[in-house]
């Protein structure tokens, strides 16, 4: 992939496509600072990433896969509030302000129903509403997310689009999804970057 310039604001929802292999996950893992660049440098507040240790990164950037991992003795909401770890105790011992962070993300994705149920029981669909519900519990100012409606249906998907849209625009987030579904990108996002040929191409939707 060639040098790419772009920059991702608060309050923008930003969808980014391109056919399988074209390098969204890679750029997605990059910005989290999970991949060192190639070639550059990303900024974040006038200070490259590199120079954020790990758990100040993981304050400001949260990064939700598309692959969901199966944890047998987890339940869902013991799974969110590991996205409150960045804000943990040396121990790893979670506050009860974590806890309602957890709950308020859980119900921010209308799963507070399946809060006690083990992960491992969830289907694919709920087990990545968790994941998602995981990032906003970190409460990072940049949520980037690969393929995060892979597992649900039509309606669910729109729902999901709408909710992340809203959270762009009410709490001032920064967020960035890759998608294969062009008409939710055409209905829902401020601005689509589309990677073709490993060339990064911006456009304004608005």
Known sequence: MEAIEGTLNPGDFVCLTGRNGSGKSTLLKTLAG???PLQGSIGLDDKRLSDFTPSELARRV????TR???LPNTTLRELVAYGRLPYASWFGKFS???YEAADRAIATLGISHLAS???SELSDGERQKAMI?????????YLLLDEPSAFLD???????MQML???????KKAILLSSHDQDLVLRYADIIWNITDGKLTLKDVK
């Not at 949260?62 to 896969?65: A, E, M, N, R």
């Not at 039509?154 to 999901?160: P, T």
């Not at 849209?165 to 709490?171: V, Y």
């Open 133 to 141: 519900a995981r990032a906003l519990a970190q409460g990072t100012d």
């Open 68 to 70: 969901v991992p199966d």
């Open 117 to 119: 149920r083990h992960v």
């Open 165 to 171: 849209k809203n959270l762009a625009t009410e709490q």
């Open 62 to 65: 949260g990064l939700v896969v």
């Open 154 to 160: 039509y309606e669910s998907k729109q729902e999901l």
């Open 96 to 98: 009860a302000s974590d």
């Open 34 to 36: 999970l991949l060192p």
